[in-house]
């Protein structure tokens, strides 16, 4: 369902399924603890295209949120444009910008150059 690496000096952690309604918790956990044994490093979610669901939105946003408040850049990759209009749509725009892509590696160079700015 999950898997990482560490790529550019950014934490890339892809969703490969969607986990369901009984697994959404789970995963959010999973990434949570992920993104805080990687701090400070920036943050690209992958959506493969099982995962790019409707449902994966509020997942993807509660991680947007916990990156916000740990100062941390987020971006989001998936090939999948009506998940990525869905995000643009429902992005906490209050906090960090959530930056999404359709090409992985332009997330990733994109996070690690903005890293390496900041």
């Known amino acids: 369902m999950l898997s990482h690496a560490f790529e ?3 934490l890339v952690i892809t ?12 995963l959010l956990s999973r990434i949570s603890d992920m993104v805080h044994a990687y701090r400070p490093a920036s943050v690209v979610v992958v959506l493969d295209e099982p995962a790019a669901r409707a449902s994966m939105v509020g997942v ?11 100062g941390l850049l ?18 906490d ?16 160079a994109g996070a690690a150059a903005l890293s390496m700015a900041a």
């Open 60 to 70: 993807i946003l509660r991680v947007q949120r916990l990156c916000s408040r740990l």
């Open 8 to 10: 550019q000096g950014v």
């Open 93 to 108: 725009e209050s906090g960090t910008s959530l930056v999404i892509h359709a090409r992985i590696d332009a997330a990733i």
């Open 74 to 91: 987020m971006s989001v990759a998936t090939h999948n444009a009506p998940a990525r209009r869905l995000l643009e749509a429902a992005a």
């Open 15 to 26: 969703v490969h399924d969607d986990p369901g309604i009984g697994g959404r918790a789970k």
